[in-house]
């Protein structure tokens, strides 16, 4: 039996009107019912967010601070960090006058000559060490006070050396100054003959001292233990 144009059979037996719209729709293809959902489905929700933006400019406004120098008003919805900086620091720059410009370049002829007087300190120091050692009797006491004095004449005999090799040093640049001055060309010792320059000064002093001997003796005996532990054991042989 052949249903009539326009009408529908409802699920309770009657009789639905369709509209021309409706008729329009079931002539449709199912690409075209799939493009027509698709366009209403994004116009409902551009509708929605109109309606969002409207009830957020409805709100009312955010609190502005009232004072600059009062505290400032965080959010509580957003986690406050564990280390905040409440308050600007300006950082602290350390300045090492060891490499630093402003202070100019390290000369050591007068450095020697600004910081002379701590050679007369140190004497002074070196003089109470050995006054306090010939008093004390305590044992402890009297071995830190002979470190200390230990260290001192260490540290002078140190710093006896580096002024003479200093010295030394003077004396060949004004000795190639003079050559340049004649037109001849200067030359410039290697380290094995500055070496062999320091060890003749050494040996003219102790032989001035009369400690050469002695010198050479603990010098033997050092070169010999040196020979003995180079010499193959009898466990290898």
């Not at 002695?214 to 532990?229: E, M, T």
């Amino acid at each position: 039996m052949r249903r009539a144009a326009g009408r529908r059979v409802g699920s309770r037996g009657g009789e639905e009107v369709m509209g021309p719209a409706a008729e329009d729709e079931a002539e449709l293809s199912l690409e075209e019912r799939l493009r027509m959902q698709s366009a209403a489905a994004t116009r409902a929700c551009r509708q929605l967010g109109n309606g969002k933006k409207t009830a957020q400019s409805g709100k009312a406004p955010v609190k502005q601070q009232l004072n600059k120098k009062g505290p400032v008003e965080m959010s509580a919805k957003k986690p406050m960090p564990f280390l905040r900086q409440v308050v600007p620091v300006t950082k602290k720059v350390h300045r090492d006058p060891r490499f630093d410009d402003l202070s100019g370049e390290y000369n050591p002829e007068i450095f020697m000559k600004t910081y002379s007087f701590l050679d007369t300190i140190k004497k002074q120091e070196k003089e109470m060490v050995q006054k306090q050692l010939k008093k004390c009797r305590n044992v402890e006491q009297k071995e830190k006070l002979q470190q200390l004095l230990n260290r001192m004449t260490q540290q002078e005999q140190a710093q006896k050396k580096q002024q003479k090799r200093r010295e030394r040093e003077l004396t060949l640049k004004r000795q190639q100054r003079e050559l340049a001055k004649q037109g001849k060309k200067p030359f410039f010792l290697k380290k094995s003959e500055k070496r062999k320059l320091e060890l003749a000064e050494k040996y003219a002093e102790l032989k001035r001292s009369g400690k050469l001997e002695s010198f050479l003796n603990k010098k033997r005996k050092r070169n010999a233990v040196k020979d003995k532990r180079r010499l193959p054991s009898q466990k290898n042989l």
